[in-house]
Structures are given as C-alpha cells and as structure tokens.
C-alpha cells in the first residue's frame, strides 16, 4: 500500500477548483481515457495573470491531487512564473507522491505546458522548440508518451533508470517493448555520475551490487554468484549452484550481471565469467 502525505489526502478528499471555465482563454489537456488517466486544465488570464483555473481529471486520488495543487499554484500569478513551475514542484508542494504516483504529476505539467504553448500562439508568437509543427517522436505507443515527455522526466526528475521513467511517465508499463528506446534515451539524457571512485570504492560498492541485488535474485532459482576479482574494468565472476551448469550462463552474465552493474556502478565495467 502506498503511503500518501496529508497534503495529497487532503487535496484528494476535498479537491480545489474542480470544473470547467466556460469562456476559458485557453484550455490545455493531457493523457487520455484509453490510457486510465486524463486531465483537461481552464485557464482565464488577463493582463498577464493567471485570473482563474479549473480543471477536470479523469484517474486516481493522486491525478486529483496533482491537478488542484496545480490549480492553486498557478491562480494569481504571472505567466512567466507560471512558465517555471515542474512536476517536480506540485509533487513537492504535496509532500511528495510515491514513485509509482510521479506520473500524475507529470500529467499535470503537461497540461499546463499545453495550455501555455497554445496562449502563446495565439497572443505573441511563442518560439515552439518544433517551429514545424513536426511532433516529437512517439516512444511508448501503449500510453502515446513522447520522447520529449521522456526527457523532460529525465532531465527535471535527475531519473537514472528504466523503471523510474515507467513510474515518471507510464512509458513502458504496458507491453514493454519500448523499454530499449527508453535505455537509449537514459543514455543520451540522465545526468552523468561525475565522481570518481577510488580502487577501494570501486570494490566495494561492486561487491555491494552483487551481495543485495544480484544474488537475491539469481537465489531465486537456485543458483548463487561469487565475486572472484576486479581488474581493469573488468569485474570476474563465478556462478555457483543452478547457474553454474546453465546452457544460458553466459546471457544470465551479460543480460542480467554486467547490465545492472552497469546500471548501478559504472557503464565502463565488463563482467567476465570464470
């Protein structure tokens, strides 16, 4: 069971600005129906002030909370403070949402961007980042998520993993097929570690990897991994019980053992089974 702050409850149990503005000036929308959430965001503005919002949300208690936390963010301020608020700030501004709840929150930052992009047009011009009108690239065809959604959860959230994109933005939580583009978009897009691990560290936190997350699982099945020695890179390995007379060893080492170490230590090491 989730854990939710008493900010989000409270939103979700007595939610603000609930509805629709009939002569909205500009009205943005998000997610759909087919994909279980969906968000249309009303915005009066006058004189460059956000005068009144509404929103109507289809989805669960946390797309209610998000959207009338949004809500009351944004009446009375000016579009250019407006333009700077992130998921990251209405998650924060409700205590805080469970991972698997972010994409609420980035729905809601999407339906403000909308509503922005579409204002702009219309009033002064806005340069569009796709002056073409081409659309960003489609990368997770279940939920309809772009690649620039995607990199925007990557960049503003600091997301280093597959899984959190999926909780950041559904991307990937249907069929999965999409989740090798995501990867290829982490790469190009996360924030690289810059810190360098000393030799002992390096040990270490290897060690660490394999001891709490790789070992449980191989565990699972029967089989168990004994480290045997790190160098240059390249990380040399043992498999031990069920793994050690696999006809797939060697894909349980390269797909699973040097991909999350890859993942959680460093993209540089090699896994080397002996």
């Not at 944004?74 to 709840?101: F, M, R, Y």
């Not at 390096?202 to 449980?216: F, M």
């Amino acid at each position: 069971m989730w854990k939710y702050s008493d900010t989000v409850m409270d939103h979700y149990r007595h939610p603000r600005n609930v509805g629709k503005i009939d002569d909205a000036d500009v009205i943005g929308e998000a997610g759909s129906l087919t994909c279980g959430d969906s968000l249309k965001l009303y915005l009066k503005i006058k004189d460059g002030i956000v005068t009144d919002a509404k929103f109507q949300t289809f989805g669960c208690g946390s797309a209610v909370a998000s959207s009338s936390m949004l809500t009351e963010m944004i009446i009375g301020k000016p579009i250019d403070d407006v333009k700077k608020i992130t998921n990251a700030d209405i998650a924060k501004a409700l205590g805080g949402l469970p991972p698997e709840k972010m994409h609420c929150s980035v729905m809601g930052h999407e339906a403000l961007e909308d509503a922005l992009k579409k204002y702009y047009n219309e009033e002064i011009d806005f340069d569009l980042s796709d002056p073409a009108g081409t659309g960003s690239r489609v990368v997770c065809t279940c939920f309809n998520v772009t690649e620039d959604v995607i990199k925007e959860a990557i960049e503003v959230n600091g997301l280093k993993t597959v899984e959190e994109v999926t909780n950041y933005t559904k991307a990937g939580g249907a069929c999965g097929r999409c989740k090798g583009e995501i990867q290829k978009l982490l790469d190009k897009y996360a924030k690289k570690d810059e810190t360098k691990l000393s030799p002992a560290q390096l040990v270490l936190k290897i060690n660490k990897v394999i001891e709490t997350v790789i070992a449980p699982e191989l565990q699972k099945d029967g089989g168990d991994i004994e480290l045997q020695d790190i160098r240059d890179n390249k990380v040399y390995v043992k498999l031990r019980g069920r793994c050690s007379d696999c006809r797939h060893s060697d894909v349980t080492v390269k797909a699973f053992v040097q991909s999350t170490l890859k993942d959680k230590v460093s993209n540089d090491l090699e896994v080397v089974q002996v």
